[in-house]
């Protein structure tokens, strides 16, 4: 079984790949061309036109809606871009903030209609800013709201009517904080707004979503990331890594509210002067503060903790469920009930430890998480990433040193784990690179499972293979799921046999199956209970 880790490790995500230990000192060459640095982290042109519609919505008398995701990348990009559009005149009383509902994501029909029903004192809003949602081609945001998407998840198509800066296609793939910041930052520098005390916020904000999303050892140091953001991680990486579990943790509870999160980030970077990553940590000792601003922090953090505890137990008591096989023993499945969102994090663990020659990706289903679904979420196995590595480390003969801490803020609809060796793949990639690819061709299995799924997502009732090609999933109906399971995945029992035939009759060609499966050693019997070796002579 997986080990337990600490409580400030649960909420962290799968590295994708093991990581070079950074090297302090000055910015050094990557390997990236000038001009894809020149396009970097998004093309120039979209990151001229995001920069126009913030400072448009900065100077208009009409109020202004930011849409983040709830996980530390999208939270911290909502606070860079809040930071922005204060300094560049906006008041704070004319910006407000949506979260979208639980299990939901931005294109479903509800959320379309909170959206344009939303208000601030009776007006309705002028502009609205979507950061780290992902992206889908399902019409407007919202119907006649001029619309910002800032974004860094996988996709080939966009909303429609909308200002689309995405940096999903120039390598090395941004966090969404990343992008915010690199806009913003730019947009303040020429409006010379951009002043140092601002500029060390934005860049601890930023540390923020890219350890959210990345886990701490991004080399910083390298072409092209900033070399600021490099100098900020020295002084913040370890304080950062320790409040990066604190943010996350609402999210996974039942509630699923991120309002704590958002609040201490707000006041911290409201604050003056503002109050850093290392100042907020120090308020966990036992000792309170007696300054009004940080006795509100240290209450803030209490109540982040009481979460964190709480999901990493509801972690531990899951985590061991027995995964099982996929017929080709490419997917392995771990099935849990749980209203916290903690199926990501299973899927994590189990993909760091679970080995299998055979083995591309391990998913978690989670039938409790929300009523009438179930939400998956997959990861690429590291056994399946050194394969794909082995021959790049063999010529660089480095030896990889793979963090403590790993971070995972990736839910079932939209992917948030964006690692820079797996996202320079083409995007659609082989399916041992690509767990998109990987679970569109298990669909593709079934015709009359592809045809009911694609009539779904169409109504917007499911969603299916989202986020990135390192960490994706969905939220399907229960039928839905029984029939991919069965019918794509043809999911193995204990003894070989497949699901969907488990309770027929043994035909001869049922036989068959179970016999190569056998042959193949792709049984939980063969993971669990290694094969008693024989004595000599015996």
């Not at 399946?384 to 003969?397: C, F, H, M």
């Not at 229960?478 to 309770?503: I, Q």
Request: proline fraction near 6%.
């Amino acid at each position: 079984m997986p080990p337990k880790r600490r409580a400030q490790d649960f909420d962290a995500t799968p590295s994708a790949s093991k990581r070079e230990k950074i090297e302090t000192g000055p910015s050094s060459p990557g390997k990236y061309a000038d001009n894809q640095i020149a396009n970097w982290p998004a093309p120039r042109q979209s990151i001229q036109a995001a920069r126009d519609f913030i400072l448009s919505s900065a100077i208009s008398t009409q109020p202004t809606l930011l849409v983040p995701d709830r996980d530390c990348d999208g939270l911290s990009s909502g606070h860079i871009l809040r930071r922005t559009l204060i300094a560049l005149g906006k008041t704070k009383e004319r910006i407000a903030v949506h979260f979208i509902g639980k299990g939901r994501n931005i294109h479903a029909i509800e959320e379309r209609r909170k959206l344009e029903s939303r208000t601030l004192g009776g007006e309705k809003f002028g502009t609205i800013i979507v950061l780290d949602q992902g992206s889908n081609d399902d019409g407007e945001i919202a119907t006649g709201v001029s619309t910002l998407i800032l974004d860094h998840h996988f996709s080939k198509t966009f909303p429609r009517n909308a200002v689309i800066c995405s940096a999903c296609e120039s390598p090395p793939i941004a966090t969404s904080s990343l992008l915010t910041y690199i806009v913003c930052k730019g947009l303040l520098a020429e409006s010379g707004l951009l002043s140092a005390e601002l500029g060390r916020t934005l860049e601890w904000l930023a540390l923020v979503g890219i350890c959210g999303d990345l886990g701490p050892n991004v080399p910083l140091h390298k072409d092209p990331y900033p070399n600021e953001l490099h100098e900020s991680n020295l002084s913040y990486k370890t304080s950062v890594s320790k409040l990066v579990p604190f943010l996350n943790a609402p999210r996974r509870t039942p509630s699923s509210d991120p309002g704590d999160s958002w609040e201490l980030l707000r006041i911290a970077s409201d604050a003056v002067p503002p109050i850093d990553p290392k100042q907020i940590m120090v308020l966990t000792s036992d000792t309170p503060p007696t300054e009004p601003t940080l006795l509100s922090l240290r209450k803030i953090l209490l109540n982040l903790d009481k979460a964190r505890n709480a999901t990493f137990e509801e972690t531990e008591k899951c985590s061991h469920t027995p995964p099982i096989f996929s017929e080709d023993g490419r997917l392995a499945i771990l099935t849990i009930n749980s209203a916290y969102q903690i199926h990501p994090l299973i899927a994590t663990r189990w993909a760091g430890h679970l080995k299998s020659k055979k083995l591309v990706a391990v998913g978690c289903a989670n039938t409790g998480y929300l009523p009438g679904k179930v939400n998956f979420s997959c990861r690429l196995a590291k056994t399946s990433i050194k394969a794909r590595n082995g021959a790049v480390e063999k010529k660089t003969e480095k030896r990889r040193k793979n963090p403590d801490d790993i971070y995972s803020t990736t839910d079932d609809t939209a992917g948030k784990s964006s690692v820079d060796s797996v996202s320079e793949t083409d995007e659609e990639g082989k399916d041992d690179e690509n767990i998109i690819s990987l679970l569109k061709g298990y669909a593709a299995e079934d015709d009359i499972f592809a045809l009911k799924l694609a009539e779904a997502e169409s109504k917007g009732e499911v969603s299916f293979a989202k986020g990135h090609k390192e960490a994706s999933g969905g939220s399907l109906t229960p039928e839905l799921w029984e029939m991919f399971a069965t019918k794509c995945l043809k999911l193995l029992t204990r003894d070989g046999s497949t699901t969907s035939n488990a309770n027929s009759g043994n035909s001869s060609k049922e036989k068959k199956a179970e016999a190569v499966a056998k042959k193949n050693g792709n049984t939980l019997d063969r993971y669990f209970f290694s094969p008693k070796k024989k004595k000599p002579g015996s």
